[in-house]
């Protein structure tokens, strides 16, 4: 396996059966909602409004764990557990940067993929 990708889709090909036009749907709906995730993380953490922060990564999670970025969801949960307790807040941004720049190199393997499918 290529350890140099960020995405994995061997779930994605699980729960699609593998059909190329239900899996590129998938990747529409991932490209489609990280605007509003990236967009809400830096608002939120500009406002310093954690409670949303949290919630936005919560979101997130779930939309990076489709697409096998385990790490990068493991790291929006913990992100989401600190929010709820107000813990460490001068470490947000440090999740906030790793989401950003995680995310654009995941959209541009999946942009890849998508045209390979």
Do not use: C
Not at 11 to 20: N, W
Not at 35 to 60: C, S, V
Not at 71 to 78: A, I, S, T
């Amino acid at each position: 396996m290529d350890q140099a990708r960020y995405t994995n889709l061997d779930y994605l090909k699980e729960i699609t059966g593998g059909e190329s036009d239900i899996m590129k749907e998938f990747i529409q709906m991932f490209f489609d909602q990280m605007p509003e995730f990236r967009d809400g993380m830096t608002k939120y953490l500009n406002e310093k409004k954690w409670k949303e922060l949290g919630e936005i990564a919560h979101k997130a999670k779930s939309s990076v764990m489709t697409f096998g970025m385990n790490d990068l969801g493991h790291r929006l949960k913990e992100l989401q557990l600190k929010t709820q307790k107000l813990e460490a807040i001068d470490t947000y941004p440090i999740f906030v940067d790793e989401f950003m720049s995680t995310i654009a190199k995941a959209e541009a393997e999946l942009q890849d993929d998508m045209s390979k499918l």
